[in-house]
T-cell receptor, first 114, second 113 residues
Framework: SQTIHQWPATLVQPVGSPLSLECTVE??????LYWYRQAAGRGLQLLFY??????ISSEVPQNLSASRPQDRQFILSSKKLLLSDSGFYLC?????????????FGPGTRLTVL | EDKVVQSPLSLVVHEGDTVTLNCSYE??????LLWYKQEKKAPTFLFML????IEKKSGRLSSILDKKELFSILNITATQTGDSAIYLC?????????????FGKGTKLSVIP
């Protein structure tokens, strides 16, 4: 069966510090991968999605970046965090079978920038 | 710009009540509408709707889609305290090479004993 992991679970970082959040998927190959942010009162916002290694699409302009160095690894990064980067970050995957898309979410990372 | 609007944003009911949650959307290249339940962390999948007028049912939860009027409702009958959660509506659109979900802000349901 497929599982999706995210770490760390919780992170407190000062403004201006770098960020690296990791997401890995097991039990499937060539998944579509997604990074979402859930900020208070704003619902889930798609940040990046990837259909393959080194193929990343950005949905919103921001100081975050994403990379996919391996098929089942998706990394969210920042060189310098802003206060507004605080939120709950969710990674998700979906199969690339061309049919209707159900996305499966990881446990999330709670990021607080102080 | 794709848009998904949920209402109400917040709802408090007593155990045993029936609730209806609403989701309306304006998107291009619609493929499906999904409902998720989010309790503490990650959303868990409830329903996927692709065709108008066909009710999906799971226990006390049911949902239906109207593609002409561009909305969906999620019904919960005989609510229980365990139904307390944020219910998210998402619309799947077809993008270049992948499928993306646009989420509404969610409806926070609180069920009190």
């Amino acid at each position: 069966s497929q599982t999706i992991h995210q770490w760390p679970a919780t992170l407190v970082q000062p403004v201006g510090s770098p960020l690296s959040l990791e997401c890995t998927v097991e039990g499937t190959s060539n998944p579509n991968l997604y990074w979402y942010r859930q900020a208070a009162g704003r619902g889930l916002q798609l940040l990046f999605y990837s259909i393959g290694i080194d193929q990343i699409s950005s949905e919103v302009p921001q100081n975050l970046s994403a990379s996919r160095p391996q098929d089942r690894q998706f990394i969210l990064s920042s060189k310098k965090l802003l206060l507004s980067d605080s939120g709950f970050y969710l990674c998700a995957w979906s199969p690339t079978n061309g049919h209707n898309n159900e996305q499966f979410f990881g446990p999330g990372t709670r990021l607080t920038v102080l | 710009e794709d848009k998904v609007v949920q209402s109400p944003l917040s709802l408090v009911v007593h155990e045993g009540d029936t609730v209806t949650l609403n989701c309306s959307y304006e998107v291009t290249n619609f493929r499906s509408l999904l409902w998720y339940k989010q309790e503490k962390k990650a959303p868990t999948f409830l329903f996927m709707l692709t065709s108008s007028g066909i009710e999906k049912k799971s226990g006390r939860l049911s949902s239906i889609l109207d593609k002409k009027e561009l909305f969906s409702i999620l019904n919960i009958t005989a609510t229980q305290t365990g139904d307390s959660a944020i219910y998210l509506c998402a619309v799947e659109v077809a993008g270049a090479g992948s499928y993306q979900l646009t989420f509404g802000k969610g409806t926070k349901l609180s069920v009190i004993p």
